[in-house]
């Protein structure tokens, strides 16, 4: 995986095998959303939808983690050996909004 700017883009250039992985886990998600969806729509108890409003929250959670974890071993790992600080103030912004 590396990142780079491109015309002003940020862009993440990942594996095929990293999309797949990341391609299958967002499939579940989506499955689990309209599975919340039919809930509503069939009136299911309030309780079961929050259930699985927590697992799709967890599943969310554990996706940016993963992300989160693959960019610091790679993006912010290069920037920081070629002298890029900014690299760092990104992540801990970024880190700060995924625990705030």
Known sequence: ??????????????????KKELGVRLNRIEGQLRG???MVDND?????????????SSAL????????????RSCVREDIRNGN???????????RKMTG
């Open 36 to 38: 919340i969806r039919k």
């Open 61 to 72: 959670d554990s996706l940016g983690r993963q992300i989160l974890e693959d960019h610091i």
């Open 1 to 18: 995986m590396a990142c780079r700017d491109c015309c002003e883009e940020k862009i993440t250039k990942r594996s095929e095998e990293m």
């Open 44 to 56: 299911a108890y309030c309780i079961d939808i929050v259930t699985q409003v927590s697992a799709v």
């Open 85 to 95: 600080e900014e690299k760092l103030e990104e992540l801990i912004k970024t880190i």
